[in-house]
């Protein structure tokens, strides 16, 4: 079995490979491979950065739909995506939660799960050619790992309403313009960039970070009820004709 994330350390930054081709799809195995990670990282109070990055050219393609495409319409689909749902929540709030600065370096695109993976993290660096979108009402879904949420306390109800509503997908650029990353750098500097990021924090002062992180956090915690609402209204669309029609043709890859 792919090991589907890598981790590594060295000195005080760690590094989190995503690395499930084609896309990085975050599945039951993927998202089993996370928690072990953060429980690693979790016991690692030396660390002060943690990068992650894609083994691919992707940085992740979303959720698995042919794993959520085997609930829809099953009786017993809405118990399972809202198990899966509230497991992925808990995964990414753990890694919001981790003391040290965590770094999300986007050299591709970041789409639906895999953009709600990158907005738990503290920071994100974009490349050029890399697209950024929450497109799950293209499937008849909702955003349901965070995405309603962090977006909008991120980047405004303006923002959040035009990304999620219209499936918009946006540029790095764009997602700069926005707020939605802090940093968009040429293809060719971005690896440079995120190097020098990396190694610029991890020589600051460890406990400083972690102090400045936590009060930050206390402004903008994630909403309990956001994220009961998410789950919810993932768990009713998976069983409505016309959420099941959207998502079996884009499995199908029918026109629409």
């Not at 995506?81 to 808990?90: E, N, P, V, Y």
């Not at 293809?187 to 992180?213: M, N, Q, T």
């Amino acid at each position: 079995m792919p090991e589907l994330l890598r981790l590594a350390a060295e000195g005080r930054v760690a590094t989190l490979t995503l690395d499930n081709p084609p896309v990085n799809a975050i599945g039951s195995a993927m998202l089993a491979a996370l928690e072990r990670v953060l429980a690693e990282l979790e016991a690692q109070p030396e660390v002060s950065v943690l990068r992650i990055r894609s083994a691919g050219r992707m940085f992740s393609a979303g959720a698995d739909l042919k794993e959520i495409g085997t609930w829809a319409g099953s009786p017993t689909g809405p118990d399972a995506m809202g198990s899966w749902l509230r497991r992925l929540h808990a995964a990414f709030d753990r890694l919001a939660a981790l003391p040290m600065l965590t770094i999300a370096e986007l050299s591709g695109s970041a789409l639906g799960g895999g953009l709600e993976m990158a907005l738990a993290c503290d920071l994100r660096l974009a490349a050029e050619g890399a697209t950024f979108g929450l497109p799950e009402v293209k499937v008849g879904l909702v955003p349901g790992a965070g995405g309603t949420q962090r977006l909008t306390t991120l980047c405004g109800i303006g923002t959040a309403k035009r990304l999620i509503l219209t499936g918009e997908t946006i540029g790095a650029d764009e997602a700069l313009r926005l707020g939605l990353v802090q940093w968009a750098y040429p293809a060719e500097a971005f690896r440079d960039a995120a190097d020098e990021l990396a190694h610029r924090s991890a020589a600051l002062p460890g406990e400083a970070i972690r102090a400045a992180k936590s009060c930050i956090d206390v402004a903008a915690p994630m909403a309990p009820a956001g994220a009961m609402a998410e789950i919810a209204a993932v768990q009713r669309l998976l069983m409505m004709a016309e959420s099941r029609a959207a998502l079996d043709a884009f499995l199908s890859k029918r026109p629409r």
